[in-house]
């Protein structure tokens, strides 16, 4: 999935894989003494709580990744300068505290004092400039967050100074709105290990690794924030959603988020199960590709987002667990636009293909969904049923992941469908994937009215003012369907009674820092 992401769910999966439940293969990588055996157990009181995760992580290296199941691991790992609270509302992490200059041109941020690295040395000011400097120099997948980023300077061990090169109320978000922007140690990085070994400072550390079967982290007792509750976390690959609920209803895990959403409603009622349900600010959407005709003719993609019924589809595959929406942010936020143009109008968009001068039977339509989000090949399913309805023979194309942005990347699909997550600000949520010079702009959308006001609300510093600027970006953006978005889904998350402390967030950061067992 994407992310904001991004983080390109990948980002980002948040929705549950209905694959086969993954377990042996590979060979473990040995770091150390685990925080305990394959229970759940552990030696010393607090427990190892174990996780229930839909896929393996694709990579470690918080930089480099893009993928959901590695930020699932890496959010308990690493620490950014800042990070959302539950209300997504940023609060100090390893900087205790910021200011900014009067012309909003420089941020200066205080760090925590002796703060360290799970290796035991010093956390200082030189790791967040070799961070940021590496993101942006070697062209790293967050990198388009430091756009307005001229310089990052150590001004002492626990100063750091951010010029920007104009005023940017999204800077917070930017460098702490997930891991993908967390600091990393230089020598962990220079020392190839970061992909396998990775150090950081947050609440766990990375002790063992057994590809195809399990990750598991050790609690870090001198974490800023005070030592976790439990002992550690193991995180096992368990792809089939029946499986992991059935693991966490016999008590062989304690959480998961891979929860088959036909299940959401009777786990609700289970007294053996708790289960933590909030609205996210992800969304998911279908994307044509403008490079490709006819679908460079605006009234052709209006038919098409008329010709969707997202009641259906969400119905079919969400079973009521996700919010109808035909822009990104969704209705809880306060930047959320009302917006209801496309109601399921099969007749209008027959007539807009008329009026574009386009023989429906004429148009090559090739849904490309991945198999990694079986949610994307069951609607795919329904797309092209009611594409049919019009005339249009749809053809889907199924791919693993990696596959999937191997032919996004380079402009091989018709239409795709996919989601973002770790959205928070507007910025977030547009900019990169609307913007004609945006780095996940892969429908190729154009528009100098949409640029410019893009551009007006990276540096608006008025709320009011920067409200009304994404009120008319979000409008445009539909009007040209530069996205046709479908809806935006709930978090769903289940674990055993009388585990305390946890709490699931609408950003999907999934946080053991504070949890304990029964």
Excluded at 502 to 510: G, K, L, Q, S, T
């Amino acid at each position: 999935m994407t992310s904001a992401r991004p983080f390109r769910l990948a980002t980002a999966a948040a929705v549950a894989l209905s694959l086969a439940a993954c377990s042996g293969g590979g060979e473990a990588v040995d770091m150390g003494d685990g925080a305990g055996d394959a229970s759940g157990s552990s030696s010393t009181q607090g427990g190892t709580l174990v996780a229930a995760i839909a896929g393996e992580p694709d990579n470690l290296d918080p930089h480099v990744t893009t993928a959901y199941f590695s930020f699932q691991v890496l959010e308990n790992v690493y620490d950014t300068l800042v990070e959302p609270d539950v209300n997504l509302e940023m609060q100090p992490a390893l900087a205790e505290s910021w200011e900014t200059s009067e012309d909003q041109l420089t941020w200066t941020f205080t760090l925590r004092d002796g703060v360290t690295w799970h290796d035991g040395s010093d956390f200082t000011a030189d790791d967040v400039v070799y961070s940021y400097t590496r993101i942006m120099e070697e062209q790293l997948s967050p990198s388009w967050r430091f756009s307005s980023v001229e310089s990052v300077t150590a001004v002492d061990e626990q100063t750091v100074e951010i010029a920007v090169s104009e005023p940017s109320p999204n800077l917070l978000a930017n460098i702490g709105g997930y891991k993908g922007v967390a600091i990393v140690q230089r020598a962990n990085v220079e020392a190839g290990d970061i992909n396998t070994r990775p150090v950081g400072t947050g609440p766990f550390e990375l002790t063992d690794y057994t590809p195809g079967s399990s990750i598991t982290l050790t609690a870090n007792p001198n974490w800023y924030g005070g030592a976790p509750a439990v002992d550690g976390v193991e995180f096992r690959f368990i792809s089939e959603p029946t499986t992991a609920v059935a693991a966490l209803r016999s008590g062989e895990v304690h959480w998961t988020d891979n929860v088959p959403p036909q299940q959401v409603a009777a786990l609700a009622e289970d007294s053996d199960v708790e289960l933590g349900q909030v609205g996210s600010n992800d969304y998911w959407y279908l994307a044509l590709n403008q490079q490709h005709e006819p679908f460079d003719q605006v009234e052709v993609r209006q038919a098409i987002a008329y010709a969707i019924d997202r009641e259906g589809i969400t119905e079919a595959t969400m079973f009521g667990n996700a919010t109808v929406n035909q822009t990104a942010i969704p209705e809880a936020s306060s930047w959320y636009t009302d917006y209801s143009t496309y109601d399921f109008d099969p007749d209008q968009a027959v007539s807009l293909l008329e009026q574009a001068g386009v023989d429906p039977a004429d148009i090559p339509m090739n849904i490309m969904v991945s198999s990694d989000y079986p949610e994307t090949v069951q609607a795919a399913q329904i797309i092209a049923s009611q594409l049919g309805d019009i005339g249009i023979e749809a053809e889907i194309t199924t791919l693993d992941f990696g596959a999937w942005l191997d032919e996004q990347g380079q402009g091989n699909f018709d239409m795709l469908m996919m989601g973002w997550l770790g959205n928070i600000d507007p910025d977030d949520f547009y900019y990169s994937q609307h913007h004609s010079e945006g780095a996940n702009n892969y429908q190729g959308y154009s528009n100098p009215e949409v640029d410019e006001l893009l551009d007006q609300g990276r540096v608006e510093t008025d709320e009011a003012a920067r409200k009304a600027i994404y009120d008319q970006v979000a409008t445009q953006i539909a009007d040209d369907a530069s996205y046709i978005y479908l809806y935006n889904p709930d978090v769903v998350q289940a674990w055993v009674p009388g585990l305390e402390g946890y709490e699931a967030m609408p950003n999907r950061a999934i946080r053991f820092r504070e949890a304990s067992l029964p």
